[in-house]
């Protein structure tokens, strides 16, 4: 079963499951992924947090306690989800020396209503860090304008960063650019680099389903060739960056200082089109030095196709990869309105799953309220 995922594993590519659930925790699940599926991390979201909160029975002991305490529903949900990172944090901390800090790490984002604001983020962060209290963490930070300059201030407070929501290669350039910044105020604030972390999420399958969408609109069989090709030729061209950016002088002088290459990280990689592969953002995305954060079903797949991983990629893809981009361009499709929607459609899905994680923890509070003697 998991011929696949040994060999994406040595090809370069860390395996990390994009979910996480208290029963998951508890029931030994997450202890058996990795140990047999050779998950070595794990990122969550506002949606995940809010499905795993809504479908399980796993919290009332702890909403029942908070209840009692009359906390505000911001500070229960923040106790609650903190709870289960620090919990996944502390399973996977042998990974995480295995690894030499590298893998074994647990993600939890900011909340995603301050993703337009910059201090309130970097304050967020530091908030964060200091609940879930466990070096193999990642603080989630959007890839927004104002989340750029939040990044670097954070990571130049030594606090690891996984970087999210990040769909347009400019985009990216600028987080690359971002945590090189906050590299450099760490060092010359005297910090150690080496204990510094980052990922880049670069989300995926979001971008085949709106070029897509778009390619179907116009309905010739030219854009119908195209379809399901621009995701994939994206994140090559965003690996192609990440090599550009990491050959530096600017770099190479803060990798002599011991800090660590930002990784790139392909997000959301489950098939959203039930006609494509259910491999095809894992098998097509394999390359060194890099991170697939895969929900369940994904993995499962991945592990069931012995056949899909057949080595590196992404190297030597960058020409076909610039010219599926530039044909779907040609067709009208403008690339910078497409990564502009699923931006900001990527922080309105957050903040609505947030707010419906809110709602629900808020209704818990008040039924497991104690009355009034």
Known sequence: MTDALKRLSDEGVAIWLD?????RITSGNLAELIDQQHVVGVTTNPSIFQKAISQGDGYD???EDLAARRVTVEEALRMITTADVRDAADVLRSVYEATGHQDGRVSIEV????????????????????????????????????????????????ISVNVTLIFSLQRYREVMDAY???????????????????????????????????LEKIGTDEAKALKGKAAVANARLA???????FGTDRWAALEKAGANKQRPLWASTGVKDPAYPATLYVAGLVAPNTVNTMPEATLEATAENGDSITGDTVRGSYASAQADLDAVEALG???????????????????????????????????????EA
């Open 19 to 23: 979910d996480l659930s208290r029963k």
């Open 61 to 63: 002991g702890q909403l």
């Open 111 to 158: 909340d995603p209503r301050l993703a337009h604001e910059t201090k309130a983020t970097v304050a967020e962060a530091k908030q964060l860090a200091w609940l879930v209290d466990r070096p193999n963490t990642l603080i989630k930070i959007p890839a927004t304008k104002a989340g750029l300059p939040a990044i670097t201030e954070v990571i130049a407070k030594g």
């Open 180 to 214: 090189l910044t906050g590299l450099e105020k760490a060092k010359a604030a005297g910090l150690d680099l080496a204990e510094i972390h980052s990922v880049a999420s670069f989300f995926v399958s979001r971008v085949d389903t709106e070029i897509d969408k778009r």
């Open 239 to 245: 690996y192609q960056a990440y090599e550009e950016v």
């Open 333 to 371: 499709i403008s690339y910078d309105d497409v990564v502009q929607v699923l931006e900001d459609e990527g922080v309105e899905k957050f903040e609505s799953a947030w707010n419906e994680l809110l709602a629900s923890t808020r209704s818990e509070l008040e039924r497991l309220a104690p009355s």
